[in-house]
């Protein structure tokens, strides 16, 4: 399994970033996929879930924000933000749950892309 991430950087209040995760190494259709950040001295929380079926999840903080897409073809998952805020600072990781019933699983990691929201 490989999962590498990119787009991340350095976005003003108020901008757009989109994280781009290349997948590999599995069935990527078949799996819930998610991301995921994590700032220093803090537990790495759920951004964004996207099921198999494409029906998405959504932190409270980012919905209407952030929107998660996944395109099988191209065994690609990607998160749009938008409206970005200095909160939304943090390494993003994109993550390959489990299948079906088994979503809520952590199957594995990427090793993340840096998002910096300053003025």
């Not at 078949?30 to 099921?51: D, L, S």
């Not at 749009?80 to 952590?106: P, V, W």
């Amino acid at each position: 399994v490989r999962l590498l991430e990119s787009g991340g950087g350095l976005a003003q209040p108020g901008g757009s970033l989109r994280l781009s995760c290349a997948a590999s190494g599995f069935t990527f259709s078949a799996y819930c996929m998610g991301w995921f950040r994590q700032i220093p001295g803090k537990e790495r929380e759920m951004v964004a879930t996207i099921i198999a079926a494409g029906s998405t999840a959504y932190a409270d903080s980012v919905q209407g924000r952030f929107a998660i897409f996944r395109d099988d073809a191209e065994n690609t998952l990607s998160l749009q933000m938008n409206i970005l805020k200095a909160e939304d600072s943090a390494m993003y990781y994109c993550a390959l749950r489990g299948k079906g019933a088994k979503c809520h699983l952590l199957i594995e990691w990427g090793q993340g892309t840096q998002v910096t929201v300053s003025s």
